[in-house]
């Protein structure tokens, strides 16, 4: 007899852009903004059996803007908003480090900073997960070239505040996360 172990699909997603509202080096819970659509989009995810891992970078551990326990009261206060929803994210995955930071022991170049791999290749390991039926969403040409980098599909949201590379192409750009949730729902049926 062969067991199979069926591998699990799962949405990998920035945190800064994508679910809140990008304000620059969030440090409290009472900045977080759930953008518009995000709840909704979750739960179709959710429904649609994708895992939920948020993959995020936050250098400003690194350079003393705040430290990794107040990362930790955002991320409590984050999850604790959608759980409210009835939304369970699988996990967070977060880089603290920046080469350029001031405070030690985060101040080194590493492997799991996006655009690098780490923190994917980590839940690939920890949840089994098919990255061939995975995919991405982020609002940064970072996030587009870690999942050109991973080998996921990539769906970049359109945010004023950066300019993209003409040279770092996303699969698909939209307005929010709902539209990536539909279209990533739509394409994974056929
Ligand atoms: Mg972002
Ligand atoms: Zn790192």
Request: hydrophobic content about 40%.
């Amino acid at each position: 007899m062969i067991l199979e172990t069926k591998k699990n699909k799962c949405v990998f997603l920035d945190r800064d852009g994508v679910l809140n509202k990008d304000i620059g080096y969030l440090k409290f819970p009472e900045q977080l903004i759930i953008l518009p659509g995000v709840i909704e989009a979750l739960k179709k995810l959710k429904e649609a059996g994708f895992l939920l891992i948020i993959v995020t970078n936050q250098s400003g551990i690194a350079k003393g803007f705040f430290y990794e326990d107040d990362l930790k009261k955002v991320h409590n206060a984050l999850l604790e908003i959608f759980n409210k929803n009835n939304i369970y994210i699988d996990d967070i995955f977060y880089c603290p480090h920046h080469v350029e930071g001031t405070v030690e022991p985060y101040n080194i170049s590493c492997d799991c900073r996006k655009p690098n791999t780490k923190m994917i290749k980590n839940s690939v390991i920890k949840y089994n997960i098919d990255l061939s039926k995975s995919y991405l969403v982020g609002d940064k040409d970072t996030d587009i070239q870690l999942a050109i980098n991973a080998g996921l599909k990539s769906f970049c949201v359109k945010n004023d505040m950066y300019e993209y590379d003409k040279n770092v192409v996303p699969d698909y750009f939209v307005e929010d996360l709902a539209e990536a949730a539909e279209i990533i729902i739509n394409i994974s049926n056929i």
